[in-house]
């Protein structure tokens, strides 16, 4: 095969780079919110560093007392100073602490397992996307005891900014079907305390 012949080698989509590549990444840093325990809604951050000195991102928002992966976003190969400027930006609203990968990555998984457990399905971003900047769920991955649900793990949906009265209801009514009435426990037209519009530039 000539030179002229030789095909250019297949440059991937930002999607497609963090579904197959993001794993070879070496971590570059963690973040949650200070307070995610006591409010089981976490917002935890995972970037990785690129050789050529950028960061790949994705943030989750995980409510660990019944959504699960609420909504997530993700940047693509950016300069330090911008996945700087996105931190500040959220610790704004939160107070951010570092934290190690295995925590966040125990965070995001039981959040996950938790609400598929109890029928709902995570942000569609996440399934598509943002899952593959997490390691497979393996007995590497040392395991902690994040906790799910409210009193006895029994499921609390507050209703969230993320959340209008129709997608409310349709919750509630999925949770009746899958749980039966009386075994979980909802409140209604209540701002999410984490919620932020950068979520909304993807």
Not at 10 to 22: F, G, V
Not at 109 to 120: F, P, Q, R, S, T
Request: proline share 4%; charged share 30%; glycine share 6%.
């Amino acid at each position: 095969m000539s030179k002229k012949q030789k095909q250019s080698p297949k440059i991937l989509s930002p999607e497609n780079y963090i579904r197959q590549r993001a794993r070879n990444l070496p971590f570059f840093k963690c973040y949650v919110n200070e307070e995610w325990e006591d409010h089981g809604l976490a917002h935890v951050t995972i970037a990785r560093n690129h050789v050529n000195g950028n960061i790949t991102f994705c943030s989750y928002l995980v409510d660990l007392k019944c959504l699960g992966i609420k909504d997530t976003f993700y940047q693509f190969n950016v300069p330090e100073y911008e996945f700087d400027e996105y931190k500040e930006k959220l610790n704004l609203r939160l107070d951010l602490i570092e934290c190690d990968y295995i925590l966040a990555h125990n965070i995001v998984y039981a959040g996950w397992v938790y609400a598929e457990d109890i029928g709902l399905q995570p942000h569609k971003d996440f399934q598509s996307v943002t899952r593959y900047m997490l390691e497979e769920d393996t007995n590497e991955i040392p395991l902690y005891d994040i906790t799910t649900g409210g009193d006895g793990g029994k499921p609390v949906y507050i209703q969230g900014a993320f959340e209008d009265d129709a997608m409310a209801k349709m919750i509630v009514n999925r949770l009746e079907k899958k749980l039966g009435p009386g075994n979980f426990d909802y409140v209604l037209s209540v701002d999410d305390p984490l919620y932020d519009d950068s979520y909304d530039e993807n």
